[in-house]
């Protein structure tokens, strides 16, 4: 990890290409694992997010996931002592406004319980009595929901149109007339996949046409406005929509010519990600 630092230190002012070959041929000395290196960087880019497993089939795959990014408060409770509540097919609602009731959510409680499906749900707030009869059937393996409470910051006064736009849903809001309660008893949008850990929220699903349009109106109000506030701000939520994963699957081929390569190339991406992160 030193040597990763030092290179990454020795380039800060100007990190190229030949600064990350240097890095990948201080630290991984196989061919085949250095071009795998190699390859997912060039994919996703060296600000893409890495997950290195182990792969049942013989070759090595790398997969590139695109993901919407929105960084928020989280209820760490509801992550049940673990790093992050990862999900596919996950069904999803989206409140502007509070929950103030059990009986508006019964219908998601209930069908929850039954499908055994995920299901997150994005409000402004969530009254205490809600929040710990959801948590409570959670912890028994009842039901496998979790509340994300954006709350009324001013910052984030439009972050949930924007998820319910990376979500391709609508948004639930009494303002046009709807019931909390009633758009529980719907059937659900579905998004491909969730990822909530402490402070932030990556969406998995394609780029829409919804989306694309969102960005493209978000990206252009920015670059037309005037004042550097809204500016930033517009150009902060189009952001939102570009985060990047990379799958990094090790064949089994590779696993029995090079035991130890799995861990040789995870580590390399820890590093990679310590070091950009701290430079």
């Known amino acids: 990890t030193s040597k990763v630092v030092s290179i990454f230190s020795q380039g800060r002012k100007k990190f190229n290409k030949g600064h990350f070959i240097d890095l990948i041929n201080y630290t991984i000395s196989d061919p085949e694992s250095r071009f795998i290196v190699e390859k997912a960087i060039e994919i996703g880019g060296a600000k893409s997010t890495f997950i290195v497993s182990k792969s049942p089939l013989s070759k090595s795959a790398i997969i590139k996931k695109s993901g919407f990014e929105f960084k928020c408060p989280v209820d760490l409770d509801f992550l049940l002592r673990k ?17 103030e009731n059990i009986s508006e959510i019964y219908h998601i409680l209930e069908k929850a319980a039954e499908d055994k499906q995920p299901y997150v749900i994005f409000c402004r707030n969530i009254v205490p009595e809600v929040r710990s ?10 039901t496998d929901i979790f ?48 990822d909530i850990s ?58 029995k010519r090079l035991p130890g390569c799995y861990e040789m190339i995870d580590k390399f991406f820890r590093s990679l990600g310590a070091s950009i992160s701290t430079g």
């Open 83 to 99: 790093k992050s509540w990862h999900r596919a097919n996950v069904k999803c609602l989206v409140i502007d406004g509070m929950i």
């Open 147 to 194: 509340p994300v409470s954006i709350g009324y910051d001013e910052k984030r006064i439009n972050m949930l149109n924007d998820i319910s736009v990376a979500c391709n849903t609508s948004v639930i809001s009494s303002i046009t007339g709807d019931l909390i309660s009633s758009a529980a008893r719907r059937k659900l949008d579905e998004i491909s996949s969730i």
């Open 133 to 142: 009869t959801i948590l409570s059937n959670n912890q028994r393996g009842v």
């Open 198 to 255: 402490r402070g932030k929220i990556v969406i998995r699903e394609n780029l829409n046409d919804k989306a694309k349009n969102h960005i493209e109106y978000l990206e252009k109000r920015g670059s037309g406005e005037f004042h550097p506030e809204k500016r930033i701000e517009f150009l902060r939520r189009a952001s939102c929509f570009k985060s990047e994963k990379v799958e990094i699957k090790i064949g089994t081929n590779l696993q």
